[in-house]
């Protein structure tokens, strides 16, 4: 398939590009490749904790989530997000008045 070779080729020249293995990720499981895709995430997660993008990790994350019903291996991705995501909130600071949300009057 050309959309698979290109993101290959890609990969061949930037092994670390985050967008191409998500993109990659999301070819193998449209094509039922569902242990390919899965490998394929877990990778892109380890590579994402080494060199963070934020936009390909809302990718995956989103991938993670609306394929972790068939896919018990993605669970955990998504259960770490919900941690991490736990975590920075427990560390935020309050609203104050001008960022509080409106109320009803």
Known sequence: D????????ALTAAPGSAAAHLWLARLYFERGWNDRAVEKV???????????DDEVREGM????????GEEPGL?????????????SLAGSTPATASQAPPTAG
């Open 61 to 68: 994350l989103a991938l993670a989530r609306e394929r972790s």
């Open 75 to 87: 669970a955990a991705v998504t259960a770490a997000a919900m941690t991490a995501a736990a975590g």
């Open 2 to 9: 050309a959309a698979i070779d290109a993101c290959q080729h």
């Open 42 to 52: 877990l990778l892109l997660e380890r590579l994402l904790d080494l060199e963070p």
